[in-house]
């Protein structure tokens, strides 16, 4: 295969076909799907470490939204004092709006040769085997649309959008469920400080609101929260809208990847309510069987 990415695509179709090879012995007709899944795992393993940061930024997102909803609301009438406030602040925090999109346009690259792979009838001048390889008798270079009406062709595809829309589904669920979690202990640490949370500049702006009369616009927040959720719930589904569109092969590879995300995601979770110090697992501050803080050792009768 020739242009930009003939030379990725090659690489990919030995990789998989050795693998197909590899795992024959074992997984007999379905060794050419987990070919693809070891395949989507390894890209998942490869940029982990930008997936990890998108998450920790979309969770400094959810922190600071009070910072931007007072500052919205301070600058109103100021556009520009607003965005220079607000790049301040991102800088500050190393979040932005755009850091949970990384893990996304890594993956973009990854997609697009699978799905060159499997449409290609030749790869480096021979003729691509993998055609050959299918999934419960559907060839993995097959689309949805290509098939018969209620054939096995068309439940296998509706099975896996079946399965890709739940894991969609649950993918969003834990992304909204990772707000309040991660913004939680944030919150608790700002209010135990003496004075609370009124010392930061969040504080201090949102006490000076209150005393002006100028808080956030009730109208305007609940429009904003209103755009925000159809987004948060409409963009996990449009995997399933690509998936309906492409090879089997990147059906499976959306699949795998979704579900990996799913699983990192659950991880970067349990770090961030495990017990760091601070928590309730026999750490500083954490009450013993008998309610004193710390474990610290109760006084002695006089």
Request: proline share 7%; hydrophobic share 50%; net charge positive.
């Amino acid at each position: 295969m020739s242009g930009f990415l003939g030379v990725p695509v090659d690489a990919a179709y030995h990789l998989v076909f050795a693998l197909t090879h590899l795992l024959t012995p074992v997984a007999g007709g379905l060794a050419a799907a987990a070919a693809i899944i070891l395949f989507t795992a390894a890209v998942r393993l490869l940029i982990s470490p930008l997936s990890l940061r998108a998450l920790r930024g979309q969770a400094a997102m959810a922190r600071i939204a009070p910072q931007v909803q007072a500052l919205r609301t301070r600058y109103r009438r100021q556009p520009e004092r607003f965005q220079r406030e607000l790049t301040a602040l991102y800088q500050r925090e190393r979040t932005g709006p755009l850091s949970g999109l990384w893990p996304l346009l890594a993956q973009w690259p990854f997609l697009s040769v699978m799905y060159l792979l499997f449409r290609s009838a030749t790869v480096h001048g021979a003729q691509n085997q993998l055609l050959s390889d299918g999934l419960f008798g559907v060839p993995l270079g097959a689309h949805w649309l290509s098939g018969g009406l209620l054939s096995v062709h068309d439940v296998l595809f509706l099975g896996v959008f079946a399965v890709l829309a739940a894991l969609c589904w649950l993918s969003a669920r834990l992304a909204k469920r990772a707000v309040p979690a991660v913004a939680a202990p944030a919150a608790g640490a700002r209010a135990a400080r003496p004075g609370g949370a009124g010392r930061g500049a969040a504080g201090k702006q949102a006490s000076r609101a209150r005393a002006t009369g100028t808080g956030p616009d009730p109208a305007e927040a609940l429009a904003n929260s209103k755009a925000a959720g159809v987004v948060t719930r409409v963009l996990p589904y449009v995997t399933v809208v690509i998936a309906a569109f492409a090879p089997l092969a990147a059906a499976i590879y959306l699949l795998t990847t979704v579900a990996w995300g799913i699983a990192e995601r659950r991880f970067f979770l349990r770090r961030a309510l495990a017990p760091n110090g601070t928590g309730p697992a026999g750490g500083k501050g954490s009450p013993d069987s008998t309610g004193r803080a710390g474990g610290a050792p109760a006084p002695q009768a006089r």
